[in-house]
């Protein structure tokens, strides 16, 4: 096993000669390791020291804490005749130290990935947590001064329009699929301003794009060899949709064949009985639009008549708002059989129903038992003494719930 030193903390071709603490920042002292440094007029290599100095470089945290490294950085004399410079200050490499560079070359590594992920005020709130002492102005300088890789013509890309702002002005997208990345963006989604730019790219074999006719416009005039496929989001979206859509047209089937079974409106909770207050409020709104269109209205009239919005009247025409009441499933589920024969039974203590229970597998609580067992008392109550004001009193049709 190595042994583990100090100096391994610290960039390589330096020592560390001390270490302090000043505040929450660690303070290393360091020494590079070199005796001789290059002329940077002639190249010629000098050993002899003219002075020194000392540079102050931010670098990696250590254990939670900023770090600051103090260089003791050296001058040499140049002694080629000639060359212009008498004097110059020690060079490092460029992996291990830029000239005039305030941070190490592995920090800014870091520093520069940070802002091509984030962006400048979410790079900078992340680098605060990670102990890394640059500003947003910082990162996207360092981005500016890196630039970008080199450009690689793509063969297989991808379009999609994006916000600049929402619901106002859209933009183009277009992505290298083989590497991964964005290349290009667009002011608009016009299809000319696409064709512009497809048209430069004639080594294009592939376009993937969204069922848009405007992109299939663009890429057929600009590129009309290329093969057009649909991208696997807009496929997965588009059969997501189609799906859920089916799903809820064919509620009130899908529950009854599973086996749903009518209980008692007076038995919900507090909460649940607003919920079934909406429902019944939708159906009644449901159904007031299909008698109108069953007379043969059209939608801006059943629009007029009913006072709902044409949106909502298209929606309920097209089955898309097919509504069904649901209560939040209780962890009583698979113990109500058992529960309703101990009650038509005679065993209305919830403290022994709930012990019973216990010995047959419920994980639940005592309350829960309890809450069942005052809304089967309160039912009970409200029909020996009914009273029409009640939410079920009027609607004591069967409706889909849980079994």
């Known amino acids: 096993m190595q042994a583990f030193r100090p100096s391994t903390l610290v960039p390589r071709g330096f020592v560390m000669e001390a270490a302090t603490l000043e505040g929450a920042t660690a303070v290393i002292v360091v020494r590079p390791t070199s005796t001789a440094s290059a002329c940077p007029g002639c190249g010629a290599r000098s050993a002899r020291i003219h002075s020194r100095y000392h540079r102050r470089l931010a670098d990696l945290p250590i254990a939670g804490r900023p770090v600051r490294l103090l260089v003791k ?32 070359a592995r920090l800014d590594h870091i520093v520069h990935h940070l802002g091509l992920a984030l962006g400048g005020r979410p790079a900078a709130s ?59 963006l667009l002011p608009d989604r016009e299809p000319a301003t696409v064709q512009a730019w497809l048209s430069d790219q004639p080594q294009i074999t592939i376009v993937a794009r969204d069922r848009g006719g405007s992109y299939a416009l663009a890429a057929a005039k600009a590129l009309p060899s290329a093969t057009q496929v649909a991208d696997r989001w807009h496929l997965m979206e588009n059969a997501s949709h189609a799906f859920l859509d089916a799903v809820r047209k064919s509620m009130r089937q899908i529950r009854s064949a599973i086996g749903a079974a009518t209980i008692n409106p007076d038995l919900l909770t507090a909460a649940e009985r607003i919920q079934y207050e909406g429902y019944l409020r939708r159906e009644e ?37 097919s509504d069904v009441f649901r209560v939040r499933e209780s962890s009583l589920e698979l113990h109500l059989q058992w529960l309703d024969a101990q009650w038509a039974a005679g065993q209305r203590n919830a403290t022994e129903l709930w012990r019973r229970l216990k010995r047959h597998g419920f994980r639940g609580c005592l309350r829960v038992v309890s809450e069942w067992a005052t809304r089967r008392r309160q039912a009970e109550k409200n029909r020996q003494c009914p009273n029409p004001s009640s939410v079920g009193a009027d609607h004591r049709t069967a409706y889909d719930s849980r079994s």
């Open 285 to 321: 709104a449901n159904a007031v639009i299909h008698g109108l269109a069953r007379d043969g209205s059209a939608i801006k009239e059943i629009v007029r008549r009913s006072g709902y919005s044409r949106s909502l009247v298209r929606k309920v025409l097209r089955g898309q708002r």
């Open 73 to 104: 950085a050296r001058r040499f004399y140049c002694d080629a005749v000639l060359c212009g410079r008498r004097i110059f200050t020690e060079r490092f490499d460029d992996g291990l130290l830029a000239l005039w560079a305030r941070r190490t």
């Open 126 to 184: 992340f680098a605060r947590r990670l102990m890394l002492p640059v500003s947003n102005d910082t990162l996207l300088r360092v981005i500016r001064r890196r630039g970008s890789a080199r450009f690689v013509p793509p063969t297989v890309i991808g379009i999609d329009d994006w916000a600049w702002r929402r619901n106002q002005r859209y933009g183009t997208i277009i992505c290298d699929l083989e590497r991964r990345k964005t290349i290009s």
